[in-house]
């Protein structure tokens, strides 16, 4: 048997938003999903009707939107990715805007490998308190030199 593709980015935007909307309220519509992601409701409930054909979540005309279990399964992926992300750059000490504009820039394009290889890294400073220290330090020393 064949595995499904993995989803595009748009998807991903999608199944990510409306996974969101479901933890928050149990549900998601499409007029909620259009406010998240600033776009035009007539676009998003014809995304809707596509990811339901794709089989990643239940829809029904005028009612809420849920995930099947292909939907959340990708979702939850989709989440843990993000997670990690933030992790990561919670740990560089960057601004929440920063850090938000950066995961969705780059959240999309990581690898397996490369998302499992950031997830050992976080797991290691946040574990060794006193390696993140010195590398805070190493980094304002090397910010101070570039802007002497």
Known sequence: MKADPWPSATTEDYLERIHELILEK????????????????PSVTAMVQKLAESGYLNYEKYRGITLTEKGARVAA???????????????????PTTR??????IE????????ASLA???????????????????RQRTVRKRED
């Not at 992926?77 to 601004?95: C, K, Q, S, T």
């Not at 938000?100 to 820039?105: A, S, T, V």
């Not at 050992?120 to 190493?138: I, M």
């Open 120 to 138: 050992g890294l976080v797991d290691f400073f946040e574990s060794r308190p006193d390696v993140l220290r010195e590398f805070a330090r190493l």
């Open 108 to 115: 999309h394009c990581l690898s397996p490998e490369t998302l």
């Open 77 to 95: 992926a989709i989440r843990e990715r993000h997670m990690i992300l933030e992790r990561f750059f919670v740990l560089l000490n960057l601004p």
């Open 26 to 41: 149990g549900y998601a519509r499409a007029v909620e999903i259009a406010a998240a992601l600033r776009i035009r409701q």
């Open 100 to 105: 938000d504009k950066d995961i969705e820039g």
